[in-house]
């Protein structure tokens, strides 16, 4: 079964591998105490992971991208 998605921006295709979930976090010294009271700063991120034509693996975010064909259907053909 494969899946093509394209990126919305750059309007590039990929083969859809499989979906993650990113997460971060990142501390610097704080400027008065330094690593005894270091600021933090930590999120979240939403991304796939894709091929391109080329075979390279990329990481696209999760709202920049657009599925496009699976199994050679258009989505709304399966609704």
Do not use: R
Not at 27 to 33: C, R, T
Request: glycine share 8%; with cysteine.
């Amino acid at each position: 079964m494969a899946i093509f998605i394209k990126n919305i921006d750059t309007s590039e295709k990929y083969i859809l591998l499989g979906s993650g979930y990113g997460m971060f976090q990142s501390k610097k010294p704080n400027w008065f105490l330094g690593n005894l009271l270091a600021d933090t700063e930590n999120g979240d991120a939403k991304v796939v992971c894709a091929c391109d034509k080329h075979g390279k693996i990329v990481w696209l975010h999760a709202d920049k991208i657009q599925v496009v064909e699976v199994d050679g259907k258009s989505p709304s053909e399966y609704f």
